[in-house]
Structures are given as structure tokens and as C-alpha cells.
């Protein structure tokens, strides 16, 4: 099956830095993949939706300058949290479409990120 | 716009009792429907999805899910709970193509022994 893959699971850092998450698809091309974020139990907002080769587009709401997401090749999308806050800290799930045959054509999760900023 | 809208925070149920984890959309076109569980401090995990055809869709761990459209419901069933089942679930979304799924609130099942 379709197999997506976040790195790192979790992450500590402190308030100012940067922090990038890297979202690959193991065994299958992903021309779309999809940001979401989760706050402590609530359910997950998407952030942003990444098209590889193109500029990602951003739900209302999200800050496309803090929120950096680079999709530069069919498997791997990364999402760059600038200059992070304590209200940043959320568990940052991605999800990879993936077309083309009768067991596909659905959004496959990773495992999600942590991010704790202290 | 499509969204979802699951009936109940929280949902308690003594094992071996019977679950059931409300669910419904709203779409302006024939949705798709998707049932996820996510354990503490995991991603989603799917646990049956429906697109078209038999509008009873059975999943994964025993659960199922009906597809009534004149009740715009996607109701989630397990005949007996399991202690194992203790988890979130999510109903989501999507209407087409590669859109994002859009997900409910989420419902957290817990199970008595």
C-alpha cells in the first residue's frame, strides 16, 4: 500500500528558530500533498495544499511567510515553520494523493510531527 | 462548500456493547466518505471510506458505515465494542478529484470494561 513518511516524529526547539518538516511519499508520486495542523484534542485543519512544482496555496487564516512549503519533486514536500512561537507548538500531519488505479485515488497520512516550542 | 458535522464529543460505551459514531455531511454534489481512527500521538489510520456503488461499507476491525443519502448521514457501527477501540474518530469529507478531505470535529470513543 501507499506509504507516507514525516521527519522528524517530534521536535524541540526554542522561540525565534526554524524548524522544517519533511513529508515523503515511499512508493508512489505525489503531484498534490496537503498540510494539515492539529491542536491538542481538536480535530485537524487543513493548512495549506502543496502541487510539486508549484506555489502552494493557503486556507484563510495561515501565514503563508511563517508557514514555508516547498514541494520540489514528486515525492517530497517540506513545511518550514520561521521564526517559531509557543503558539506554534501542534502536531503537523501531511497527506499525499495518490492517483492512478483502483486502490488509489485517496489521501494517504503520515505519522505526524510533534512540535513543541519552548 | 462540503462539511461534516459528527454528533457527539464523546461517546462512552460499555464492552462488548454496541457502537455507533454519528455522521453528517453536507455537499452539493455526491461526496465521498471517509471514517479514520487515530491513536494518542499517531497519524490517521483508515478505517473505511465509501465512493460509489453498496452504499454499506464494511472497514477494517469490524466496523461499518451506511451511506444514506435522503439522511445525509454516514453513520459508523461496530455490533461489539472492544477495549481496544478506545481511540478518535474522524468522519471526513471530499467531493472530487484530488481535493482535501475536510474533516468533523472528531469523536473520542472510550470503552468500559
Known amino acids: 500500500g501507499a506509504v507516507v513518511s514525516q521527519h522528524p516524529s517530534w521536535v524541540i526547539c526554542k522561540s525565534g528558530t526554524s524548524v522544517k518538516i519533511e513529508c515523503r511519499s515511499l512508493?508512489?508520486?505525489?503531484?498534490?500533498m496537503f498540510w494539515y495542523r492539529q491542536f491538542p484534542k481538536q480535530s485537524l485543519m487543513l493548512m495549506a495544499t502543496?502541487?510539486?512544482?508549484?506555489?502552494?496555496?493557503?486556507e484563510q487564516g495561515v501565514e503563508k511567510d511563517k508557514f514555508l512549503i516547498n514541494h520540489a519533486s514528486l515525492t517530497l514536500s517540506t513545511l518550514t515553520v520561521t521564526s517559531a512561537h509557543p503558539e506554534d507548538s501542534s502536531f503537523y500531519i501531511c497527506?499525499?494523493?495518490?492517483?492512478?488505479?483502483?486502490?488509489?485515488?485517496?489521501?494517504?497520512f503520515g505519522p505526524g510531527t510533534r512540535l513543541t516550542v519552548l | 462548500a462540503q462539511s461534516v458535522t459528527q454528533l457527539g464529543s464523546h461517546v462512552s460505551v460499555s464492552e462488548g456493547a454496541l457502537v455507533l459514531l454519528r455522521c453528517n455531511y453536507s455537499s452539493s454534489v455526491p461526496p465521498y466518505l471517509f471514517w479514520y481512527v487515530q491513536y494518542p500521538n499517531q497519524g490517521l489510520q483508515l478505517l473505511l471510506k465509501y465512493t460509489t456503488g453498496a452504499t454499506l461499507v464494511k472497514g477494517i476491525n469490524g466496523f461499518e458505515a451506511e451511506f444514506k443519502k435522503s439522511e445525509t448521514s454516514f453513520h459508523l457501527t461496530k455490533p461489539s465494542a472492544h477495549m481496544s477501540d478506545a481511540a478518535e474518530y474522524f468522519c471526513?469529507?471530499?467531493?472530487?478529484?484530488?481535493?482535501?478531505?475536510?474533516f468533523g470535529k472528531g469523536t473520542r470513543l472510550s470503552v468500559i470494561a
Open positions: 497527506s499525499a494523493w495518490a492517483s492512478g488505479g483502483a486502490a488509489y485515488n485517496e489521501q494517504f
Open positions: 502543496s502541487n510539486e512544482g508549484s506555489k502552494a496555496t493557503y
Open positions: 512508493d508512489f508520486q505525489a503531484t498534490t
Open positions: 471526513a469529507v471530499r467531493i472530487s478529484g484530488n481535493t482535501p478531505l475536510v
